[in-house]
């Protein structure tokens, strides 16, 4: 007999390796409903793998981690290839589930969106799943449990990883979900989609809203960076020579060199190399390369002459302990500040190879998947004990005379965001390189000026500041949505009906 034959096993063996022990279910459902498991319901395809030389103008559209958002797919900074490496993928068709399966942020991996349409030569990238409901499933049933809140648990769970989390296909196969008959299932989808709609209305509101402090936010600095805000200011107050602040900063570096040759010379090491000092001219950008004109006593020039700039710490899964020193990451930069959550810690002799965090430092993440959150950046607004940074951030420390704030405002500019983005490119994952950040051009006023700016901002920009009651009312909504999830896959929306065959058919036709 062949040792490759496969053999067909009986439908009492499919349901036994498909059902849930009772021991193993997570809460009681309906009597006429049963537990199972994904896989039972779902066939799953893995995305296709392409290199840069088989990408072209025009092709088959391969979708990326950046194409899958909150809100669904979305068509932006769109990658193609040719047909014949496309066929070695899979077709995206009407109600397939596309979701994130490798991705260095906790937030993201395992995101899902529906396909709504069949999409013509449509495939997907290595780093996504496809899951393409059974027969026998109603549309969108296996999408809402994607987005239940015991899902997202499970995959944060089971795509553990120190910088990029993976999804393989068993983690998705062996997760158990209730099902009730095919009519509950579209019963349920069209309540949900009622529901889901009213709450996507409030969510497009408030997105609106934010999008209107946002502009207005970007109109105020750029007035600040132009020298507008300050005009009135500025004709009424005597300030330094902005030349004066660059000389500073060459004595400062010379003056540190000497410190650090003392220190050298006392413990018996080899002294430092003499810094790179340019004439104060030469730190300014040449008239050609200047992007606008600026008020008679702002100059123009490199972000790298007023900052240091260091890597973050590349470690191991090893390094890490419970605790120890706490290593910064991407999901740690919000766009409302630092947070502390999934915080990764490793001992003090790894942790003494990277650089230690500061009050005023700015963390700015500097390697991702995600068009939106490279260059994101946050001020550290205190010291903080054993903390450094990790491989995918970059640290920017202002040099002295500058203030602190003025740097991290720079960072807020549309200019900013628009050169990161032009530079920072690739297929995906994006970098930033030091140089990108040493290169960039910017408007600098003396200091006085500086500090009058960030004042102005700081109370400008406060009153603005309302996106965080949003951010709430945002969060108080996603709530109610994980609620009404909750209470849809545990039969209490109220549209049972006694009439329905039990599950457990509907479950034998699948399998």
């Known amino acids: 007999m062949a040792k490759n034959k496969k053999f067909e096993i009986s439908l009492e063996e499919k349901l036994e390796k498909a059902l849930v022990p009772v021991e193993e279910q997570p809460y009681k459902i309906p009597d006429n409903w049963v537990w199972t498991r994904l896989g039972g319901v779902i066939d799953i395809f893995r995305g296709l793998s392409y290199t840069k030389n088989d990408e072209v103008g025009d092709g088959y559209l391969v979708l990326r981690g950046n194409n899958l958002t909150d809100n669904g797919l979305a068509f932006l900074e769109n990658v193609y290839v040719n047909e014949k490496v496309a066929e070695k993928g899979i077709k995206v068709k009407k109600d397939d589930i596309v979701l994130v399966a490798s991705t260095g942020s906790s937030k993201v991996i395992g995101r899902a969106c529906v396909a709504k349409e069949d999409y013509e030569k449509t495939t997907i990238g290595a780093f996504l799943l496809l899951c393409r409901p059974k027969e026998n499933i109603a549309k969108n049933w296996v999408h809402y449990i994607f987005k239940t809140l015991r899902y997202r648990l499970y995959i944060s769970e089971q795509a553990k990883g120190t910088n990029i989390k993976n999804i393989k296909n068993e983690y998705l196969e062996n997760f158990y979900f209730p099902l009730p008959s095919l009519n509950e299932q579209k019963r349920i989808v069209?309540?949900?989609?009622?529901?889901?709609?009213?709450?996507?209305?409030?969510?497009?509101?408030?997105?609106?809203?934010?999008?209107?402090?946002?502009?207005?936010?970007?109109?105020?600095?750029?007035?600040?960076?132009?020298?507008?805000?300050?005009?009135?200011?500025?004709?009424?107050?005597?300030?330094?020579?902005?030349?004066?602040?660059?000389?500073?900063?060459?004595?400062?570096?010379?003056?540190?060199?000497e410190e650090d040759c003392l220190q050298a010379e006392k413990n018996g090491n080899k002294k430092p190399k003499r810094p790179?000092?340019?004439?104060?001219?030469?730190?300014?950008?040449?008239?050609?390369?200047?992007?606008?004109?600026?008020?008679?006593?702002?100059?123009?020039?490199?972000?790298?002459?007023?900052?240091?700039?260091?890597?973050?710490?590349?470690?191991?899964?090893?390094?890490?302990?419970?605790?120890?020193?706490?290593?910064?990451?991407?999901?740690?930069?919000?766009?409302?500040?630092?947070?502390?959550?999934?915080?990764?810690?490793?001992?003090?002799?790894?942790?003494?190879?990277?650089?230690?965090?500061?009050?005023?430092?700015?963390?700015?993440?500097?390697?991702?998947?995600?068009?939106?959150?490279?260059?994101?950046?946050?001020?550290?607004?205190?010291?903080?004990?054993?903390?450094?940074?990790?491989?995918?951030?970059?640290?920017?420390?202002?040099?002295?005379n500058i203030v602190k704030k003025w740097i991290h405002y720079i960072f807020k500019t549309l200019r900013y965001r628009l050169y990161i983005s032009e530079q920072a490119k690739g297929t995906n994952i994006k970098n930033i390189k030091n140089e990108y950040l040493e290169n960039f051009t910017i408007p600098l006023p003396s200091l006085e000026e500086q500090q009058e700016i960030v004042r102005?901002?700081?109370?400008?920009?406060?009153?603005?500041?309302?996106?965080?009651?949003?951010?709430?009312?945002?969060?108080?909504?996603?709530?109610?949505?994980?609620?009404?999830?909750?209470?849809?896959?545990?039969?209490?929306?109220?549209?049972?009906?006694?009439?329905?065959?039990?599950?457990?058919?509907?479950?034998?036709?699948?399998?």
């Open 276 to 400: 790179i000092i340019k004439e104060v001219e030469d730190m300014i950008v040449p008239v050609e390369e200047q992007p606008y004109k600026l008020p008679d006593n702002w100059i123009w020039v490199r972000l790298g002459e007023i900052i240091n700039i260091f890597r973050g710490l590349s470690y191991t899964k090893n390094d890490e302990v419970e605790n120890g020193y706490l290593v910064l990451r991407g999901n740690n930069l919000t766009d409302s500040g630092l947070a502390f959550l999934e915080n990764i810690y490793v001992d003090e002799k790894v942790a003494k190879k990277g650089i230690e965090v500061k009050k005023d430092d700015i963390v700015l993440v500097a390697s991702t998947g995600s068009s939106k959150v490279i260059g994101r950046s946050c001020v550290v607004e205190k010291d903080y004990e054993k903390t450094t940074i990790g491989a995918f951030l970059l640290l920017c420390r202002p040099k002295e």
């Open 190 to 257: 069209e309540k949900l989609d009622f529901l889901f709609d009213k709450t996507k209305r409030a969510k497009e509101i408030i997105e609106e809203i934010k999008i209107d402090i946002e502009n207005r936010k970007i109109s105020i600095l750029d007035r600040a960076f132009k020298g507008i805000l300050t005009s009135k200011w500025r004709n009424e107050n005597k300030t330094s020579d902005v030349k004066e602040l660059l000389k500073f900063i060459n004595d400062e570096k010379i003056k540190k060199w």
């Open 456 to 511: 102005i901002l700081d109370e400008v920009l406060e009153n603005e500041n309302k996106v965080k009651e949003l951010l709430e009312l945002e969060e108080r909504i996603d709530m109610l949505e994980k609620s009404i999830l909750n209470k849809a896959f545990k039969g209490e929306l109220g549209t049972k009906n006694s009439s329905d065959e039990p599950a457990i058919e509907l479950l034998k036709k699948i399998l």
